[in-house]
């Protein structure tokens, strides 16, 4: 089955042939990913490099936590991805959408304003977890509608920091 995946607006082509291999853009790859608690943290081995991810599913995409780095990722299948495009349907999701924090932390900044219009992958909110600081971007354009934290406020996992609408 061809999946194509695209992550912060870089768009790959991800052919699944086994259980263990797949190929990324015709190369060839060994692969292992496996859920490893019920807080949708999994382990990854590709190419005997070995990864911890964080996944989690929001508002139609995947937020991938991995090495300090937040991804976001669109993934459909080859027939999903014709019959959007057949229909002309080219748009991201409409209306309010809720960004969370993927971990529990320390909100170091926010350097957005309510009212704020936002591009796509700009910086909403700065979180310190685990003596790492990592940003929280917009997953999509829109306009700050509200803002939930301030910087020095602890948060948990799942806990929304920024409206966007």
Request: charged letters at 30%; hydrophobic letters at 40%.
């Amino acid at each position: 089955m061809k999946y194509i995946a695209t992550i912060n607006d870089k768009t790959f082509t991800i052919e699944v042939n086994r259980e263990d291999r797949i190929l990324c853009e015709g190369v060839e790859r060994a692969v292992d990913f496996r859920l490893i608690d019920q807080q949708h943290v999994y382990s990854l081995l590709l190419d005997n490099a070995s990864y911890e991810a964080l996944v989690e599913e929001r508002e139609g995409e995947y937020w991938v936590f991995v090495r300090g780095y937040l991804f976001t990722v669109q993934v459909e299948d080859e027939r999903e991805r014709r019959l959007r495009e057949a229909s002309g349907d080219r748009h991201g999701p409409a209306g309010e959408v809720a960004v969370k924090a993927p971990m529990p932390g320390l909100i170091v900044a926010v350097p957005v304003q309510e009212g704020q219009a936002v591009r796509k992958g700009e910086k909403l909110v700065l979180l310190e977890s685990m003596k790492m600081q990592n940003e929280i971007r917009a997953p999509r354009d829109g306009t700050v509608k509200t803002i939930r934290v301030k910087p020095g406020q602890s948060v948990e996992q799942n806990q929304i920091l920024v409206v966007l609408g």
